[in-house]
Each structure stands twice: as structure tokens, then as C-alpha cells.
């Protein structure tokens, strides 16, 4: 009995520890919270740049490039650290591959 009653707690103390982890494991990460202001920046200058006049969209323009390296240097520093999920990275390549189709399609037009 006196055993059954140990081996319940360890069981216990475990699960509660594990739910823990769990728990604060599954928070925002700074490196996702990072990658999402930029891309929300980014995706307000491409949207600048699509009503800008054409003297302004040159200066938006290096502001867009300046966004791109960013991102790109973040992607690399993140695929080495390892500190955001695949799928988190994917989602987010996704819609950065978005705001630079809608980039691309503004910047033939003009």
C-alpha cells in the first residue's frame, strides 16, 4: 500500500513538472516576435511604395532593400541557432515570399 502510494506520487510530481514545461515551453519565442515586426514592417513599405509618388518610391525602395537583407541575415542566423520551429520558419518564409510577390508586381508596373 505504502508503495502504491510512493510510486502515485513520483507519478504526480512528474506529470506536474512535465505540464510545466510544457507550459512555458510553448511561449512566444523573441526570435518569432522579431521575424513578425519585420515582416510587418516590411508589408507596410511595400504598401507605402504602392501609393507613393515617384519621387518617394526611390527612398522606399532602399528602405525595402535594407528589409530584404535583414530578413535574409535573420534566416541564416535562425537556421543555425535552430531556435524557432520548421514549420514557424516555413510559415513565415511563406509570407515574406508573399509581400515580395506584391513588391515585385508594384515595382514592374512602375
Known sequence: MIRIKTSLNYVIVLSALLGLVFVIGCGGSAEKQAMSDLLQQFSIAVDEYSSADQSKKAE???????????????????????????????????????????YASLASKS
Open 60 to 102: 522606399i525602395e532602399k528602405k525595402l532593400d535594407s528589409y530584404k537583407a535583414k530578413w535574409s541575415e535573420m534566416i541564416m542566423q535562425l537556421g543555425l541557432n535552430g531556435n524557432v520551429t520548421p514549420q514557424t520558419l516555413e510559415k513565415m518564409e511563406n509570407e515574406y515570399q508573399k509581400i515580395t510577390t506584391k
